[in-house]
């Protein structure tokens, strides 16, 4: 490589975000989000259901808890507490029985006394160890027996309140055992400085010249440090708490055969006192039921007491439960020793999902301080939703896509940014002035003069030439939500108002919900809608408020979409109040008739969508199309959307191709009704 060449240079990969993870699929969240708040519920609350249930292509975090609550539960039943206490019981049977056999072959006096004291050892292995303490030893391969004794139990002693001393310590020289009093002395005169609130930057400093090498985390503050120590000292306490009180006496009286001296035990126990006074927020009184057969010993039992504080730690993380909680409270380093890496790296990608969510537009703050869909994720639902439209009637023989609805026609005026699939000419000028503004004033690497890029692209919109007047009655009784059909309305609402608002900007749309009232909607509002318990059916009001929509566009084609479940039950007297009454009243059947008379009469073409199987509701509907010369769709709730959209294309121009193609999409069916 030249000396003027760029040099580059490789590594291992350290950890973090996953380079070669696919990017966060905002649509797919939003689409859900959006479903849940269609449902009723709050962006915020449907922002935490899509974290907590995940999707198809991510784990949520209720998967996440079930993992952690399963590993918690394979802790317990798989090991108990008693595996010093065996270890010690084991050796001290060997050191017997090695002593046994060599008094057997001794034919001394003394022989025969020290086989009557070996022969009335107690039952219990604390006193029996501690019965021992001045006994002298004939054999060899006893006494080594009775020293791995104290020997363990003083590295376990230690195990439990400094990670990894029994492994350490294990054929440990006394002069190794005399470091080990020194740095306990001098640790605790450290805490007891900084207990009584002495600057202890220097002496801490030291402490770990003298003795980091204990320390494998290596803390860089006296508070790391106890921090470090509080945790371990507490699940020890914990650990003890669990175990019966014979396995708690036992060890008590072990303890004081640690390394054959009492001095280990009063530093450990000033130590934990210590400890306990700078951090009384941890858990010193808490226990565990175990039940499994792997006996662990002290050290690695306060490990297990560690690993199940952890995991009680993560599945209060995981849970969310608290206000303000956010995927930034989880501890993923401890998921990853937990859970394993793969754990962590779907925590992470959660997290990244919330934070895109937060930081994209999609959810914006009210005054309130309740979060709301901006009208940017309205429009990108809005969007998704005619996707699926559009999915649902091109799939079909005969039907076109609902991206080519209006392209052909005259042009409105106005232009557009281009989309991917877009077959409309270019406005050239808009397009040539967005590349103008964007690189007049030169590029980064100091390129001058214009350049096109895709994204400076325009295209002329274009309109049909018949301009639509468009009402949507929706029906939002009670009796919607209840049987489930309140989502797949407010989805057909919104993906028509996306195809007006995008493709027909040149058409009127009125949404219009009529329950026990009728009131026009803005889509945000209906997106938004909570179900109310309220009787009544108002088509009558609703008609009328239709009717207003029309007359106020006299040029232009209107289309009368009313989508229902049940027969009117209401309508407006003329002093406003409503009238309610059920079976529905002869008076309230006529005036509703009135008012799509007065529809036909300004020129509607209507559609009726059936939802649901009830005779009278079917009666009244088909005698109303057939009065008016209108049509009655009976759609499945899923078809809801494209059954509308298709309809108001069809409506648009009745002369077209898909006028006819709809007719024969849903008439094989068994939908159409005349």
């Not at 309220?534 to 207003?548: D, F, S, V």
């Not at 006299?554 to 109040?577: A, F, K, N």
């Not at 494209?642 to 077209?656: E, F, I, K, Q, T």
Request: proline content about 4%; some cysteine; hydrophobic content about 40%.
């Amino acid at each position: 490589m030249s000396g003027t060449g760029r040099r580059s240079r490789y590594a291992r990969y350290a950890g973090g975000p996953d380079p070669l993870a696919p990017p966060v699929d905002l649509r797919e969240a939003l689409d859900a989000i959006g479903e849940d708040v269609m449902a009723g519920a709050s962006p915020e609350r449907a922002m935490r259901e899509l974290l907590r249930r995940g999707s198809a292509s991510r784990t949520g975090l209720d998967d996440l808890a079930r993992q952690v609550a399963a590993r918690r539960r394979e802790m317990l039943q798989k090991h108990s507490l008693g595996g010093t206490l065996d270890e010690v019981r084991r050796l001290l049977d060997e050191a017997v029985l090695a002593e046994r056999k060599q008094l057997a072959r001794d034919l001394d006096d003394d022989a025969r006394f020290a086989e009557m004291r070996i022969e009335g050892l107690p039952p219990s292995p604390a006193a029996a160890v501690t019965e021992l303490a001045d006994y002298d030893w004939r054999s060899g391969e006893a006494r080594e027996k009775y020293e791995q004794i104290k020997d363990l139990l003083g590295r376990e002693l230690l195990d439990q309140r400094f990670a990894g001393m029994k492994q350490a310590l294990e054929n440990a020289t006394d002069e190794d055992r005399a470091q080990i009093e020194e740095m306990l002395r001098d640790l605790n005169d450290l805490l007891a400085a900084h207990a009584r609130g002495d600057d202890t930057t220097e002496q801490f400093r030291d402490f770990m010249e003298r003795h980091g090498d204990f320390f494998p985390e290596r803390p860089e503050t006296v508070e790391e440090l106890i921090d470090a120590l509080a945790a371990r000292a507490a699940a020890a306490q914990r650990m003890l708490a669990s175990m019966t009180a014979e396995q708690r006496a036992e060890l008590a009286a072990l303890s004081q055969q640690a390394f054959g001296s009492t001095s280990l035990m009063e530093q450990l126990a000033q130590l934990d006192e210590t400890l306990q006074s700078l951090r009384p927020g941890e858990d010193w009184d808490g226990s565990e039921q175990f039940s499994g057969q792997q006996g662990l010993g002290l050290g690695d039992g306060t490990g297990v007491l560690q690993d199940l504080a952890e995991l009680d730690g993560l599945s209060e993380q995981l849970a969310q439960a608290h206000p303000g909680a956010r995927m930034d409270d989880v501890d993923l380093d401890a998921l990853a020793r937990q859970l394993g890496e793969e754990a962590a790296v779907e925590a992470r990608a959660l997290s990244a999902l919330e934070k895109a969510l937060r930081d994209s537009g999609y959810l914006t703050r009210a005054t309130d301080g309740t979060l709301r869909l901006s009208p940017r994720a309205m429009r990108e639902l809005g969007r998704s939703l005619l996707r699926d439209v559009a999915g649902r009637l091109s799939a079909r023989p005969g039907a076109r896509d609902v991206r080519a609805a209006g392209a052909a026609g005259e042009q409105s005026g106005a232009s557009r940014p281009w989309e991917f699939g877009d077959t409309e000419p270019w406005d050239v000028t808009r397009t040539m002035t967005n590349a103008l503004t964007r690189t007049a004033g030169g590029d980064a690497d100091g390129r001058t003069g214009i350049r096109l890029d895709i994204r400076d692209v325009e295209v002329t919109e274009t309109e049909a030439r018949t301009r639509a007047c468009v009402a949507l009655l929706v029906d939002t009784s009670f009796s919607m939500a209840m049987d489930g059909r309140w989502v797949p309305m407010k989805r057909t609402a919104l993906a028509l108002h996306q195809l007006v608002s995008t493709r027909f900007r040149g058409d009127h749309l009125q949404l219009i919900g009529f329950g026990r009232h009728a009131q026009v909607i803005q889509v945000e509002e209906l997106t938004g809608l909570d179900a109310r318990w309220e009787k009544g059916t108002n088509l009558h009001h609703a008609l009328l408020l239709a009717n207003r929509h029309f007359r106020r566009h006299p040029h232009e084609q209107p289309v009368l979409l009313v989508v229902t479940d049940g027969e009117p039950t209401s309508h407006l007297e003329p002093g406003g109040e409503v009238f309610f009454d059920y079976p529905p009243h002869p008076r309230t059947i006529a005036l509703a008739v009135r008012e799509l008379d007065a529809a036909t009469r300004l020129g509607a073409q209507t559609t009726i969508f059936r939802l649901g199987e009830d005779a009278g509701l079917a009666r009244f509907v088909d005698g109303m199309a057939k009065r008016v010369g209108g049509r009655v769709v009976a759609p499945e709730l899923g078809d809801l959307g494209a059954a509308v959209v298709g309809s108001y294309l069809g409506s648009r121009d009745p002369s077209s191709a898909f006028g006819s193609s709809y007719r024969e999409l849903f008439g094989g069916r068994g939908f159409w009704a005349e």
